[in-house]
């Protein structure tokens, strides 16, 4: 069970696949738009109401460019999550009904183990981010950094009772159906903390290690890869390739921007003055480019083409910054918000990143200036190389193989 954009959705398909690979029946239960991406995986789907990109593109979705931090974001984000979770509670429920283990993503925690606790079925968690909170960084859905060992964990603590506020008007109903006595969202997480419920977290260990004062059952597995079926790139893509020298990939992903033509004008800008050819992924930002020197792209997969760029630069969303580490290429992280500067600050600490540009800063200038080290500077690129061999090496679906078997043991 997930909610949210691609990112929040995609690298669950190629966990469920190998699930259903083992022999396990699978359900993937999300947004109606994300069924196509489990096409040809062998997981069964089961659609969640509501369309995330259609709320992004509402006058409160919009709302999230007026606010200039990342707290603030965070803020309208969950007012805008409390009010479209009520919808989503049916759905979430027809789908447990009938299944033998729950494995909830971050955004439906809270509520989805209170459907396991209330059907008598197991539950873990199979996270894309660190949430839990400790003294080693700050939240990473405000930006990541630290503040100090002990301002760290608070807040981090703090970030984690807001999550679980978000399904406070939900979950009283909930319980009632369900059978179960009433309480508190603060008390409901400090059960599940008493209760060591585990945790796996959908990231490499050689990107964030396992905080060390995490309590137990809390696990960095290593990476969930989307499943996709492509085994080749498109025609017209692969031609624009072997046209000439390696390109630079741009794109953002799922965020939104409040001035997609500014923005693309100032990419292009930046592309050429740095001597590069770019790939523009229009994503849900509307980013496009024009001319022999520009390719403007919808959905392909990150697999398959980035491994032909010289650089990628993204939106620092957890799955974009780990296609780009998987594939061994340099980064110009982008953030826009969220826990983009998490990743922006990871990257720039493996050495595979130059220079960290956020959007709300951007300028022709900069971004030429960190494109011309990433694509020309040996050192990124070693060094990318390097790490990409290491991240394919690693198989993050196994641990939550075996915790599953434990689970239903």
Not at 173 to 181: A, D, I, K, S, W
Request: aromatic share 6%.
């Amino acid at each position: 069970m997930t909610a949210g954009s691609r990112g929040d959705v995609a690298p669950y398909t190629g966990l469920g696949h190998r699930l259903a690979r083992a022999g396990h029946e699978v359900t993937l239960v999300t947004h109606a738009r994300f069924e196509p991406l489990v096409a040809g995986s062998g997981i069964r789907f089961h659609a969640l109401p509501v369309d995330p990109r259609a709320e992004l593109e509402s006058p409160r979705g919009r709302g999230l460019h007026r606010s200039a931090s990342d707290a603030g974001k965070l803020l309208r984000l969950a007012e805008l999550a409390r009010r479209v979770v009520g919808r989503m509670t049916e759905d979430l429920l027809a789908a447990a009904r009938g299944a033998e283990a729950l494995l909830l993503s971050a955004s439906l925690a809270p509520l989805g183990h209170t459907i396991a606790e209330g059907l008598r079925v197991p539950s873990m968690g199979v996270y894309l981010q660190p949430i839990a909170g400790t003294r080693e960084f700050a939240p990473p859905v405000l930006g990541g950094g630290s503040w100090g060992p002990a301002a760290n964990r608070v807040a981090g603590h703090g970030v984690c009772l807001a999550t679980e506020h978000i399904f406070a008007g939900a979950l009283p109903g909930v319980r009632r159906r369900l059978g179960l006595p009433p309480m508190r969202a603060g008390a409901a997480r400090r059960a599940r903390e008493r209760r060591l419920w585990p945790v796996h977290h959908g990231f490499s260990p050689l990107v964030v290690p396992r905080p060390r004062d995490w309590r137990t059952g809390l696990t960095v597995s290593g990476y969930w890869w989307p499943y996709d079926t492509h085994t080749q790139l498109p025609d017209f893509v692969r031609e624009f390739l072997d046209a000439g020298p390696a390109p630079v990939f741009v794109g953002l992903g799922s965020a939104t921007v409040p001035d997609a033509g500014r923005l693309s004008a100032q990419v292009v800008s930046a592309l050429r003055r740095a001597g590069l050819r770019g790939v523009i992924q229009r994503g849900w930002s509307g980013l496009a480019a024009a001319g022999d020197d520009m390719l403007t792209i919808d959905e392909v997969p990150h697999a398959l083409l980035f491994p032909r760029m010289a650089a990628v630069v993204h939106h620092a969303g957890a799955g974009t910054t780990a296609a780009g580490l998987r594939a061994g290429v340099p980064a110009v992280p982008v953030p826009v918000q969220f826990d983009a500067g998490f990743w922006s600050a990871r990257l720039m600490a493996l050495g595979v990143a130059p220079d960290v540009v956020p959007l709300r800063r951007l300028s022709v200038g900069a971004l030429a200036s960190a494109l011309v080290r990433a694509a020309r500077e040996p050192v990124y690129r070693d060094r990318a190389r390097a790490l990409g061999v290491r991240i394919r090496d690693e198989d993050g679906a196994a641990p939550v193989l075996a915790a599953l078997d434990r689970l239903g043991g």
